[in-house]
């Protein structure tokens, strides 16, 4: 762990500049909007630790896959979310020194994301070699109100010299994905120009053809008047530049400002994409930095009107949770239904910005409860777009008959991951693709999208469980051999009690969900059934023999499900007792030991439990709760949320708060020590759950919002905000009482503690009590 970054309810704030730690703080000053991100790079030239890192939504490109043996099925390549051109590019050289904070003394530093208004900022004084001071103060965004564009102000003032200071604000294409697997550049040169104060660079992908149009504007002002510059245009191989050398006197301020857009043929036409970037930078230029400052100031207040969750007492939970609903905004604003969340968003290349189950298992809540229902909309949509791709995968390993596998990693709805033994055998991803159907009209009642497009999705799947289970004469059950739960930490296991619950599950949702269909639409019913040749009589027939006779692991003794056949012939340890220094297990053990312990990397059998709740009564989610927490290293970021979820459930209030802090602080802390990598967004959206399914206890139980909350011991006081069907709600818990505040012009009706409660438009109910937890 580490905590340099000091506690503040809206600000992250890392005071001196810990050059060692630059890159996790790098990954956690990232700005996005939802079509654009970038980490919290330097400006000007910087030749120590760093990762420069730009992303366009949706532009990537299929590595081609590297393995030490080739399997048959496995995919050709790993998409990447490409490192593009980097737009915030100022080089910056007083006479003839390089500003570079690797090489001089720096005072004063300060970097500090403002997650309230949504900008990132900089200030420090650089003593250079020759002794000369130079105060520099930094401020940019991408903006959320046009997602095309961003803005630098860029301000020098030389404290203890006059000199002639050389500005060269660029932009640079010349740029590498460091986590490419045969060290090739992705991009091609297609056009640049350069004009007075002005740079634009369109690129190329290879293979897959993108063009990314980037443009810059630059202004100068000094002592608050704006000037004329000289500039030499800068062309070389993918870069653009303006250069200009301008007379700086001492205590004389500097200001340089930098518009910058990125126009992608994702949304534009490559053959008129420089013109548009002209255009765009033309606006934007217009409206200025400050006005377009204020815009993003009042944009980002609205979003936490809604999304907003407040904790009094305690600064460092304050500052988590703000922390991940900020960066999940900057992620995914669900306006455009061909994105998704990468696992790191625009914070970093692990993961390749690609599309896991983690969006449905875990992001799909936050969006249920925070955005406009078109939103999860797009997230399912997105999905049923793959269908064809999805059966197609199945086919190639040979499933038939319009059965779906949907991929672990994708895209495009291909699969790209090739480590066979998630590829082939993490199968689990399907049923959350099942379940989020499930989730999704449980939480908005919008039961024509299991007409339109629901069913069609949930059969296919069904079909893949359907042929992916076998008979087991010995058992005389059926069983799921050879697959890997969510805890990768073991592999090839058979009957993984979550899979084969999620499985069985999956069967009867959608049994279910042809009877309610043809309620609802018998036409639509028949038609999709002849488009998918579904046999009804004798699918539905299969699936139920499954449904009632599927193997589940258990111990009789312990009255616990077991996470695999074997998993009681592991040598059962705690993790108290892994030696100290030792983890996390994946950076510091042989993969053979890890797959041979006991430990769990990540929820798994509890994962089950925290999806179907409602199936088990509370001893039995305590007993298994108490026999896998344990043994539970917390190794995947998507843990310990569920972990607090159910420890709250259970009254472990302690638990669940150290369960709580340890995913809203995951990053900002660096706790599992890879936050160089980038930031784990989408299990930010598990400390959103860990909070409000957590502490506020919210459900949604036959079209009704259920609530049960608590505030933890040491906070005064927590209020966090949902919609719910057209209506929004704060919740606000303190120690001895529960208010519910309804903002909408119709009334509320809600099970508090099990009572019914209705809050009238506009008003508030408040209730003295709180969930009884020890
Ligand atoms: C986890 C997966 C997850 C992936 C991306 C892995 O470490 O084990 O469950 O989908 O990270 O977040």
Avoid at 66 to 82: E, I, M, Q, S, T
Avoid at 376 to 396: D, F, G, M, Q
Avoid at 577 to 597: A, T, Y
Avoid at 678 to 696: E, N, P, Q, R
């Amino acid at each position: 762990m580490k905590q340099y970054l000091k506690h503040d309810p809206w600000l992250i704030v890392e005071e001196d500049f810990h050059r060692n730690y630059n890159e996790i703080t790098e990954s956690v000053m990232s700005l996005g909007n939802g079509r654009m991100g970038q980490r919290g790079n330097f400006e000007e030239h910087f030749s120590g630790k760093t990762l420069q890192g730009n992303y366009i939504a949706g532009v990537y490109y299929p590595d081609k896959t590297r393995v030490g043996w080739w399997k048959n099925g496995y995919p050709d390549y790993f998409a990447k979310v490409l490192n593009a051109a980097n737009w915030i590019g100022i080089d910056i050289t007083i006479e003839y020194e390089s500003l570079d904070l690797n090489t001089c003394e720096v005072r004063d530093f300060r970097r500090v994301l403002n997650m309230r208004e949504g900008y990132l900022e900089r200030s420090f004084v650089a003593v250079l070699k020759s002794g000369k001071e130079l105060q520099v103060n930094t401020k940019r965004f991408c903006s959320i109100v046009d997602d095309e564009a961003g803005a630098i102000r860029y301000s020098l003032t030389p404290l203890n010299f006059d000199a002639k200071i050389t500005v060269e604000p660029y932009i640079d294409g010349n740029i590498r994905n460091r986590d490419s697997n045969y060290d090739e550049t992705f991009w091609d040169e297609v056009r640049k120009e350069t004009a007075y104060g002005e740079g634009y660079i369109e690129l190329r992908t290879r293979k897959t053809g993108f063009h990314v149009c980037s443009g810059m504007c630059v202004e100068i002002e000094q002592n608050g008047v704006r000037v004329d510059f000289q500039s030499q245009p800068i062309r070389r191989e993918k870069y653009v530049a303006n250069r200009m050398t301008l007379d700086c006197q001492q205590g004389q301020e500097t200001v340089i400002y930098k518009y910058a857009v990125n126009l992608s043929s994702l949304n534009h036409d490559p053959d008129f994409m420089v013109g548009e970037a002209h255009k765009s930078i033309q606006r934007i230029t217009r409206k200025g930095f400050d006005r377009m400052l204020l815009d993003q100031q009042q944009a980002w207040a609205d979003k936490w009107k809604t999304n907003d969750i407040t904790i009094e007492g305690d600064a460092a939970a304050q500052q988590g949770i703000r922390f991940c609903i900020f960066q999940l905004n900057q992620t995914y604003t669900g306006e455009d239904e061909r994105l998704n969340i990468g696992p790191k968003g625009f914070t970093g290349e692990k993961y390749g910005g690609s599309t896991y189950w983690d969006t449905e298992a875990y992001c799909l809540p936050f969006y249920l409860s925070t955005a406009d229902q078109k939103v999860s909309r797009n997230l399912l949509r997105y999905r049923y777009k793959h269908l064809e791709k999805a059966i197609e995968n199945a086919r190639k390993l040979g499933f038939k008959a319009g059965a779906a596998l949907y991929p672990m990693v994708t895209m495009n709805g291909e699969e790209c991951h090739n480590e066979w033994e998630i590829t082939f055998e993490e199968i689990h991803r399907n049923g959350a693709i099942a379940y989020a159907i499930y989730d999704y009209i449980r939480y908005t009642g919008d039961e024509n999208y299991l007409v339109e497009y629901g069913l069609e999705v949930l059969i296919a799947i069904s079909r893949f469980w359907s042929q992916r289970v076998n008979w087991s004469e010995a058992k005389q059950q059926y069983v799921m051999l050879g697959v890997t739960g969510p805890n990768e930490y073991e592999n090839n296991v058979n009957n993984n009690w979550y899979t084969n619950y999620l499985a069985t599950w999956t069967l009867r949702y959608t049994i279910e969900a042809v009877g309610r269909v043809k309620e609802l639409n018998h036409e639509k019913f028949n038609e999709l059934c002849d488009r998918i040749h579904f046999r009804e009589e004798k699918e539905i027939a299969t699936a139920r023999h499954i449904v009632d006779h599927m193997y589940f692991p258990y111990d009789e003794t312990r009255q616990v499900f077991l996470q695999q056949e074997s998993f009681l012939d592991k040598e059962l340890m705690t993790v108290n007792e892994i030696p100290k220094g030792q983890r996390p297990l994946n950076q510091h053990w042989s993969w053979d030991r890890i797959l041979r312990s006991c430990f769990i990397k990540q929820a798994d059998v509890l994962q089950g439990i925290y999806f179907f709740e409602d199936d088990f009564d509370e001893n039995t989610i305590r007993r298994n709760f108490d026999f896998y927490e344990p043994m539970t290293v917390h190794e995947s970021s998507l843990s310990p949320c569920v972990h607090s979820v159910l420890a709250s459930k259970l009254g472990m209030k302690d638990k669940a708060y150290e369960m709580y802090l340890r995913t809203a602080r995951l990053d900002l802390d660096d706790y599992n020590n890879d936050t160089e990598d980038g930031c784990h967004i989408t299990s930010m959206a598990g400390s959103w759950l860990a909070v409000v399914k957590g502490f506020g206890g919210m459900r949604i139980r036959n079209d009704q919002v259920v609530l049960n909350p608590y505030c933890p011991d040491n906070w005064e006081s927590l209020a966090f905000k949902i919609r719910f069907r057209g209506a929004l709600l704060e919740v606000k818990v303190t120690q001895t009482d529960v208010t519910v505040q309804n903002f909408s012009g119709k009334p509320v009706e809600i099970l508090l503690f099990n009572e019914t409660v209705s809050v009238a438009p506009n008003s508030k109910s408040r209730i003295e009590k709180t969930a009884e937890v020890d």
